[in-house]
């Protein structure tokens, strides 16, 4: 199968709303060869909901992405902390990452968090007034995973917005060179916040971690490199998460106001939310490590594979009318946070910020609307993430 001259994911309608192009990729051909970049490279994108189940679960697709690279020529200079994590690695040192990280998350760890995360989110909505106007990205979904995080990380409250700035930067698709700048700025970072943490007796959170690490046989590069994972990956899906489920559901009133009659229904609501608009379009880099077949679709060996759940989750087989945001829809097969070993770790805890999130708003503001025409938000400009850089609204 040739590959088209031209990346369907490029055009720049793309960012604001994916879906058209997924439809037609997905129906095309649920796993085909499509060019990245513009060096003449290609990968296989898989965008069928049971293919894209499969491919997270094949062990021939690997993550090892400094094996993938260690032959190939490239100018590309990330900090080795935000390289080589749990996301870029497969078993056993997948296994000994994973052993470390899924206990900080698990549902009774969270349930012990949800006091800590109510107030977090009262504290930030604590000056909101109706008939004022708020940024929804900037003064809750952004700040609310940060401070959980950084809280687990024990990040001193005056660099918080700087860690933040850098973590946006990570995911600058249009700049290379800034997006490996970043990665220096969060490795050195968190290298000097461990080695200081070392140092410096404690039985705070950072502390916990660290001896979680040294139990589970890590080194001191490994516990940078999770720490790395648990600072990126643990706010800016769930900033994405709590900001696209406002706007679906300011975009469908009618959900809008039955959650809002029954916030207890806000848990339930979740993965049909995560389904709708996903937080995560592309997933991140996998490779053939041999011949193999997704699907009754042939990949050839040592090519990138790139799952898109955003895609998946709009596969009309498994999600009948999937344009359709539905409440009442089995939406407990979407995958954006992932399937297999490489499942989100953290996906408890985003799921009770967001949960808690839209309850406070809801029951506070139930009339809250957009502050400005639809038409007039702008997304960030990353596949790996679908999220937006505002949503101004007016409290009511």
């Known amino acids: 199968m040739s590959a088209p001259r031209q990346d369907p994911l490029r055009d720049p309608r793309f960012f604001a709303d994916p879906y058209p192009a997924y439809d037609r990729l997905r129906e095309g051909c649920p796993v085909q060869r499509v060019p990245t970049g513009s ?58 990452h994973r ?106 959170p950072l502390h916990s971690l660290l001896r979680d690490c040294d139990e589970g046989g890590l080194d001191r590069d490994e516990t940078v490199s999770l720490a790395a994972l648990l600072l990126v990956a643990g706010h800016e899906t769930t900033t994405q998460f709590i900001g696209n489920a406002v706007l679906a559901l300011l975009r469908h009133p009618e959900a809008f106001d039955r959650l809002r009659r029954d916030p207890d229904l806000i848990p339930g609501a979740l993965d049909e939310l995560l389904r709708y608009d996903s937080p995560v379009g592309v997933a991140t880099f996998r490779y053939s490590t041999e011949d193999l077949r997704i699907g009754g679709f042939d990949i050839p060996a040592g090519f990138p594979v790139l799952i898109a759940p955003g895609a998946a989750n709009r596969d009309p087989a498994p999600f009948p009318h999937p344009d359709r945001l539905d409440l009442d829809r089995d939406a407990t097969a979407h995958l954006s946070f992932g399937h297999g070993i490489h499942r989100c770790p953290g996906a408890p805890l985003a799921r009770a910020e967001t949960e808690i999130a839209l309850r406070t708003l809801l029951t506070r503001f139930p009339h809250t609307r957009l502050a400005v025409p639809e038409d007039s938000l702008t997304w960030r400009r990353t596949r790996l993430t679908r999220g937006l850089t505002a949503l101004p609204l007016r409290l009511a």
């Not at 860690?163 to 050195?188: K, N, Q």
């Open 39 to 96: 060096g003449g490279h290609s990968a296989y994108l898989i965008t069928g909901h049971p293919e894209a189940r499969a491919a997270f679960t094949d062990p021939r697709l690997s993550k090892d992405t400094a094996r993938f690279f260690a032959d190939r020529p490239s100018d590309r200079d990330l900090h080795p902390a935000v390289s080589r994590t749990m996301l870029t690695s497969d078993p056993p040192a997948h296994t000994r």
């Open 99 to 204: 052993r470390v990280a899924t206990p900080l998350f698990t549902a009774g760890r969270v349930r012990e968090l949800r006091p800590y995360l109510t107030r977090v989110v009262d504290g930030l909505m604590a000056a909101w007034r109706p008939g004022t106007e708020v940024d929804l990205v900037a003064e809750l979904a952004v700040p609310l995973p940060v401070t959980v995080v950084c809280e687990l990380l024990g990040v001193p409250e005056s660099d918080r917005a700087t860690l933040t700035d850098w973590s946006h930067e990570l995911f600058d698709a249009t700049d290379t060179h800034r997006v490996d700048a970043a990665s220096h700025r969060i490795g050195d970072y968190l290298t000097h916040l461990v080695e200081t943490a070392r140092a410096t007796p404690g039985d705070g």
